[in-house]
Nanobody
Framework: QVQLEESGGGLVQAGGSLRLSCAFSGGTFSIYRVGWFRQTPGKEREFVAAINVSVHHTYYTDSVKGRFTISRDNAKNIVYLQMNSLKPEDTAVYYC??????????WGQGTQVTVSS
């Protein structure tokens, strides 16, 4: 089964940067779409960004366009989320997820990102 493991979260000051990593194993990396989601208490899970691994097509929610970049390293089976110009409203638990078709049915455990003002 596909397994995902996030890392790279932490506490940063507003305007700072973090790079999250999602390590993919247990499947054929190239055939998946891998996405990043985030969630805060009392709010529904929010889509952040996604990448079609094989062709490097990327997708972003409007609130992070121009600040976040999703990328992948096929040799290492890792998807990255480079987060620049972080804002307090970016504070959330960030999850990596994967889908073969449309439903994200593989999820990591999450990594906490906290942006202080």
């Amino acid at each position: 089964q596909v397994q995902l493991e996030e890392s790279g979260g932490g506490l940063v000051q507003a305007g700072g940067s973090l790079r999250l990593s999602c390590a993919f194993s247990g499947g054929t990396f190239s055939i998946y779409r891998v996405g990043w989601f985030r969630q805060t208490p009392g709010k529904e899970r929010e889509f952040v960004a996604a990448i079609n691994v094989s062709v490097h097509h990327t997708y972003y929610t409007d609130s992070v366009k121009g600040r976040f970049t999703i990328s992948r390293d096929n040799a290492k089976n890792i998807v990255y989320l480079q987060m620049n110009s972080l804002k307090p409203e970016d504070t959330a638990v960030y999850y990596c997820a994967a889908t073969f078709h449309t439903d994200y049915n593989y999820w990591g455990q999450g990594t906490q990102v906290t942006v202080s003002s």
